[in-house]
């Protein structure tokens, strides 16, 4: 990309959406550790669900379940970076966006997945019961998810932000309705994969509110009007309607809220986005002044490896916590419970921090965008395979999600193949002319003094 593809200054960067982007992760993070309830008993691991053994605890998911605040932000500020691009910036430039954008997260991505696959075929090894593997696998899997969404909005943004300068708030509006209209068919009919759709219209209608958050066509009164209307629709939805109180799945609900995602879960999404991007202006005030710009800069440079890491000290304070003792397991529900699970919180945080530490030590590698190679390859081929390698890691991602990094005992070899031959797509870019002159030795490359 040449200099002319971008356009202006970088504007100044929103204190607050920094804050809710870092917080967002945060929350989530706090939630899947209080979530984990690991248990050891008889000599054998294994986990019990308190939002199975204790229902009333599922309402607390509407206050973990802040994954929507985050794909606002993500919105956001893939809107205000196309912005950057100038407006005759070519194919090549918009190609060389997206990819910069993908390769920003499959490269950290990559690293903690390949770090993962290498333990669990160490303990394959050492000869670890397969069921311990399969659960440890899943608890370091089920999160990336998330991951696999996210870089099909990031991918899809040309399109996202031609439609909103096109169609303005009617993208969003219509992308809602068609997960409702998903939820009616798939609900009613004996067809519930249907709502597999509804990953794609929940999540690119949220991600499209950001976008049209950054061109200021959702003001105050429509956000806190439109957050007080689904604030009155979400308890209706979970007590008459057929949705469930948890934000999240839980065994044997006939219909979840998140996986597929639900029109309850988009409403939880619109009282979230509403109140708190009303809040922007006030917020970004406060924040510019003192210690937080600084501590919202250091904050979002470990966000993404925060999130990926976070379940490793849950095996890692299990597997030394509980067999030797150091970890009561009181009664579940019981007041030494919930004081154990504070415990629990405390220790996974300091094992975190620890971990945080040594990855900022090494983040030239573990926190390094996927490398790229310059091709003599057209420009339309080359996006073919940044769109394929794309879907490919966002498949084994889901994959991963679904089965963990030791299904049945045994390494995830469909997955692996999948985002190793996707990450090879994605990391092929066009050589550019410049590019070309200067290999074949042009002045125009800056080789003659």
Known sequence: MTESTTAGPTPPREGALDLYRSAAVLIVVIGHWLLSVMTYRDGSFGRDNPLVLMPFTQWITWFFQVVPVFFAVAGYASAASWQRLSADAGTAARQDWIRRRVARTLGPTGVYAGAIVIVMAVLMVSGISGSVLELGGWAVAMHLWFLAVYLMVVALTPLAVAAHRRWGLRVPLVLGVSLVLVDIVGIATDHPEIRMANYFFCWAAIYQLGIAFHDGRLSRCVLLGTAAIAALALPAMVTWGPYPTAMIGVPGDRVENSAPPSAALLALALVQIGVLFALVPVLNRALARGVWPRVLRVANQNVMALYLWHMLPVIIVTLVGYPTGLLPQPPLGSGAWWLARLEWEIVLAVVAAALLTLLH?????????????????????????????????????????????????????????????????????????????????????????
């Open 361 to 449: 030590w090494q983040r030239r590698f573990v926190a390094a965008a996927l490398p790229t190679v310059a091709v003599p390859a057209p420009q339309a081929l080359t996006e073919a395979t940044l769109y394929a390698g794309t879907a490919g890691c966002a498949l084994a991602l889901a994959l991963l999600s679904a089965h963990g990094f030791a299904p049945g005992g045994h390494l995830p070899v469909l997955a692996a193949a999948l985002f190793t031959g996707g990450a090879l797509l994605v990391g092929v870019r066009p050589r550019t002319a410049a590019q070309s002159r200067s290999a074949s030795g042009s002045p125009s490359g800056g080789g003659v003094a």
